[in-house]
């Protein structure tokens, strides 16, 4: 028990990190943020034992214990108090007359704690250290175990969402069948059943605007890279829509095939659990009908962008850097790399490999790792999140990742839309080569389907809560789509359809899902507010505003 009370370094360390994870259910792996608390409790353990080593070289080993725990405490609350105390930093640098009054400020209220103190002492009101260190390990266990509860809670809510949600049980029906035109009558689809089944390539590419988007809002012009892939055999719609103005929604209504939107009948408004969306991807109807048919699913993680790091549903998972890297580990992991932001570890980071370094390289060989899936005899079901060329934008237009310390974030500068235009020739140049490949090593002919969740953002829609304008709605809505449906696949492609659909024309054409199209409605939420929908018209407007659905 007397070492037990002297724990609360150990609590105060692993507290933030569970905070965080707490506060962001779903988007966070709870597996990253207990990893993460092990870590700070284990550095915490290390810099109280040598502490405690060194105080008992001069006091009683008692003694040393309760000043070693104390002075733990004080190192982790400065790591952790790091940004706020940069923040002050640069606000004395920008305001220098406040400087000295902060000073002075901080100077009496340091001397009124230490006179409060004597006089305590003097009246023997002052706790001892034993009392001290039973208060505040107490405290610890309560925010640390109040974490635990919070995550667990948030876990237990999102799974009762999921069971309670029609549209949920809906998706686990089986894919209902239509009737096949026998061989040689007209219309007759591509046999499935004994021929040797085509390979199905889906490459998810986040924030990969259409081509009146990109030459609009950035001025390039990404019409020959349209015309390589229609050169390939690519259907390229002239107006392809996001049915989601974010990435949860978007994916998990894309492979499901299905609006998403009725997660919002089981999920609060206000909610930020990804949870509901996140295993709607990672147990998508898409992957259990090509199981169902003979299909290995082999799922290419992104990453960095946590609902699409992992896959419950399928077979085999593709691992980006096998072995222990933990300087590219850092990197993708969101919560690990926004700790290391806000704490003295990013001093650190100016030694690791960089995320342009990490990210980019992750992109290369998730596209090299597709390439090579035609060697696989067995039929397989290719699935890949790329974040690319989502911002921040990271590599050069030849794909070399951009230096340390470069400006990465998007914006209306001219440096801002050069910096999109060379990742846009990057990740152009890189899916030209991966489709070129799986169309020469592929035989039977494939099915590769190249879609952008949505547009990008340069407008600023995703920066506050507000409900988008007209301009930022169709910025965001109007996203990338090519297809490449060997065989007559092509005819079924309508020249104008929403991401909902593009899944009901391909498995309703090549394997007799009996899957008439949905409504092409668009609903905007604000990225931490997933299943807070507005719904958007044809025209990008916003249809009612809040206050208008609140009453």
């Known amino acids: 028990m007397t070492w037990l009370r002297r724990s609360y370094p150990i609590l105060f360390a692993a507290f933030p990190v569970l905070g965080v994870a707490a506060r962001n259910p779903g988007y966070y792996h709870v597996s990253d943020a207990l990893i993460l608390a092990g870590i700070a409790a284990a550095a915490t353990l290390i810099v109280f034992a040598g502490l405690w080593l060194v105080l008992r070289l001069r006091l009683p080993a008692a003694r040393a214990a309760d000043v070693a725990a104390f002075a733990t405490l004080v190192v982790v609350g400065a790591f952790y108090s790091y940004k706020p105390l940069a923040l002050a930093g640069d606000y004395i640098r920008l305001n220098p007359r406040m400087g000295p009054a902060l000073v002075v400020a901080g100077l009496v209220a340091l001397v009124a704690?230490?006179?409060?103190?004597?006089?305590?002492?003097?009246?023997?009101?002052l706790p001892s250290m034993a009392d001290v260190s039973r208060f505040l390990t107490l405290t610890g266990s309560l925010v640390v175990v109040g974490a635990l509860l919070q995550l667990a809670y948030h876990g237990i809510t999102a799974t009762l969402a999921i069971r309670r949600s029609a549209l949920v049980r809906e998706l686990a029906r089986p894919v209902p069948a239509r009737r096949v035109a026998s061989r040689g009558e007209p219309g007759a689809p591509p046999a499935v059943g004994g021929e040797p089944k085509r390979d199905v390539y889906v490459f998810v590419l986040d924030e990969f605007a259409?081509?009146?988007?990109?030459?609009?809002?950035?001025?390039?012009?990404?019409?020959?890279?349209?015309?390589?892939?229609?050169?390939?055999?690519?259907?390229?719609?002239?107006?392809?829509?996001?049915?989601?103005?974010?990435?949860?929604?978007?994916?998990?209504?894309?492979?499901?095939?299905?609006?998403?939107?009725?997660?919002?009948?089981?999920?609060?408004?206000?909610?930020?659990?990804?949870?509901?969306?996140?295993?709607?991807?990672?147990?998508?109807?898409?992957?259990?009908?090509?199981?169902?048919?003979?299909?290995?699913?082999?799922?290419?993680?992104?990453?960095?962008?946590?609902?699409?790091?992992?896959?419950?549903?399928?077979?085999?998972?593709?691992?980006?850097?096998?072995?222990?890297?933990?300087?590219?580990?850092?990197?993708?992991?969101?919560?690990?790399?926004?700790?290391?932001?806000?704490?003295?570890?990013?001093?650190?980071?100016?030694?690791?490999?960089?995320?342009?370094?990490?990210?980019a390289r992750d992109v290369a060989r998730t596209?090299?790792?597709?390439?090579?899936?035609?060697?696989?005899?067995?039929?397989?079901?290719?699935?890949?999140?790329?974040?690319?060329?989502?911002?921040?934008?990271?590599?050069?237009?030849?794909?070399?990742?951009?230096?340390?310390g470069a400006t990465l974030w998007r914006d209306d500068s001219p440096a801002g839309r050069a910096a999109l235009a060379n990742q846009m020739r990057c990740v152009d140049h890189q899916v030209l080569t991966t489709v070129r490949a799986?169309?020469?090593?592929s035989d039977p002919k494939p099915i590769i389907i190249l879609q952008g969740d949505?547009?990008?953002?340069?407008?600023?829609?995703?920066?506050?809560?507000?409900?988008?304008?007209?301009?930022?709605?169709?910025e965001r809505f109007q996203a990338f789509g090519a297809y490449y449906l060997p065989?007559?696949?092509?005819?079924?492609?309508?020249?104008?359809?929403?991401?909902?659909?593009?899944?009901?024309?391909?498995?309703?054409?090549?394997?007799?899902?009996?899957?008439?199209?949905?409504?092409?409605?668009?609903?905007?939420?604000?990225?931490?507010?997933?299943?807070?929908?507005?719904?958007?018209?044809?025209?990008?407007?916003?249809?009612?505003?809040?206050?208008?659905?609140?009453?």
Request: charged fraction near 20%; aromatic fraction near 12%; proline fraction near 8%.
């Open 210 to 359: 259409d081509t009146d988007v990109l030459r609009e809002r950035f001025g390039f012009d990404n019409r020959p890279f349209e015309d390589s892939l229609r050169a390939l055999g690519f259907t390229v719609p002239s107006s392809v829509r996001s049915n989601y103005a974010n990435t949860l929604m978007s994916v998990s209504s894309f492979l499901n095939f299905a609006h998403t939107a009725p997660l919002a009948d089981v999920m609060s408004a206000k909610s930020n659990d990804f949870g509901p969306g996140a295993w709607l991807i990672s147990h998508n109807r898409t992957e259990r009908f090509l199981k169902r048919r003979g299909y290995t699913v082999v799922f290419f993680r992104s990453s960095w962008y946590g609902p699409t790091q992992y896959n419950d549903g399928a077979d085999e998972r593709f691992d980006l850097d096998p072995g222990f890297h933990p300087g590219w580990d850092l990197q993708r992991s969101e919560i690990a790399a926004y700790l290391a932001a806000v704490t003295p570890v990013r001093f650190i980071m100016g030694h690791l490999p960089t995320a342009q370094e990490v990210h």
């Open 438 to 441: 799986l169309i020469t090593r």
């Open 454 to 474: 949505h547009g990008t953002q340069s407008l600023g829609i995703f920066e506050s809560r507000k409900l988008p304008t007209t301009a930022q709605a169709r």
């Open 367 to 404: 596209f090299a790792a597709v390439a090579e899936m035609p060697r696989d005899p067995r039929p397989t079901f290719s699935l890949a999140h790329v974040l690319s060329p989502h911002i921040p934008y990271i590599e050069t237009a030849d794909c070399k990742p951009l230096p340390r």
């Open 487 to 551: 065989d007559g696949g092509a005819a079924v492609m309508p020249d104008s359809l929403t991401i909902v659909n593009v899944m009901r024309y391909v498995l309703g054409y090549y394997f007799h899902a009996d899957l008439p199209p949905l409504p092409d409605t668009m609903y905007y939420s604000y990225w931490q507010s997933p299943y807070d929908l507005t719904p958007v018209d044809d025209d990008f407007h916003v249809v009612t505003t809040r206050a208008d659905a609140e009453n």
């Open 113 to 125: 704690a230490v006179l409060l103190a004597v006089r305590l002492r003097v009246h023997r009101r």
